[in-house]
């Protein structure tokens, strides 16, 4: 598995990987009709340029096929992390988590991650040490989602298996 910086070719394929994601592996917590509000069948390809292009984004990728994504901002804030259907359960989201953090920590002293997970993620976001902040309930397209507010404090322990390392390491483009 290789992680790099988001390119601007990457948009189509990382979309894919979203909408994969919501829709096969979050079958389980969310019914069809919120899956589909959350990630419609025809994704606007201009909002999500400009809201990657307003982000930091590494993709981890593996022989040219996408595994997954993470979006952060410069304060801490995790804002999108998927796996494609075949990068789940791999080790994929560990390796972006972590690399996001490094770089949030070397480049910008942060201590502190937060993000909104969903009931997919929740338990992914709490084996690495974040904590339930808040409930919340959101509307996607008229139909309401439940998601938490998470949060950690500290440094994020860099270790992991092989498969879960960086055949590369991924250096933000600086936006601020």
Known sequence: MKLRLYQDTDLAGLVDVFTASVHALAEPHYAAEQRHAWA?????????????GALHTIVAEENAAYLGFVSYESNGHIDLLYTSPRGARRGVASALLREAAAQLSSTWAVTELFTEASLVAVSFFARHGF???EE????RHG???KRFAMRRRGPMPQHGSAADSPSTSARPRHRD
Do not use: K, N
Not at 42 to 51: F, K, N, Q, Y
């Open 143 to 145: 139909v309401g989602l």
């Open 131 to 133: 904590e339930i902040t």
């Open 40 to 52: 419609p069948d025809r994704p606007d390809l201009e909002a999500w340029r400009s809201r990657l």
């Open 136 to 139: 919340q309930h959101v509307i």
